[in-house]
């Protein structure tokens, strides 16, 4: 018989059930001038990120079959290597044409500037791929709650 999945058995990826990691997010204090909550973070602490959107031409395709075997080539591999989030994000429409976006979030500034910078790279490894353009934004969240936004009433 086989193994059951991980959906099935209720498994998350850090090997607690689901319901544990329910009741660990719902044990946080409804009170914000109740005890600080025992997350590890300080008002020191940030999660930096940064975005980066490829225009990319891709000459040789002739079908959306050709095309989207290439694409899935060119993400696996951003994903493979420098460990991003990537997702196809204009050009759906067209053949030779596709813009994708990639995510990276790190605790410091200079792992997401070293990932952006490497992005353009790895797509132009590929020969039957032209990168035509590409823009980059990196910034930084506090974990200081008073920066962070509001959920909205009836969602928490």
Do not use: F
């Amino acid at each position: 018989m086989p193994p059951e999945s991980a959906c099935e058995s209720g498994a998350t990826h850090l090997g607690r059930t689901r319901e544990a990691a329910t009741r660990s997010l719902d044990s946080r204090p409804d009170d914000p001038s109740g005890p600080e909550p025992k997350w590890g973070l300080s008002s020191m602490d940030k999660v930096h990120y940064g975005v980066a959107l490829v225009d990319l031409h891709l000459p040789g395709v002739d079908s959306l079959k050709g095309r989207r075997a290439l694409l899935n080539r060119v993400k696996a591999s951003l994903r493979d290597e420098l460990g991003c989030s990537v997702a196809e994000v204009a050009g759906q429409d067209t053949w030779q044409r596709a813009g994708i976006g990639v995510a990276v979030a790190a605790s410091t500034q200079t792992g997401v500037d070293r990932v952006l910078e490497r992005v353009v790279a790895v797509v132009e490894r590929d020969p039957r791929v032209v990168v035509l353009g590409s823009a980059d934004l990196a910034d930084a969240l506090d974990a200081d709650a008073a920066s962070l936004p509001s959920l909205p009433p009836g969602s928490g």
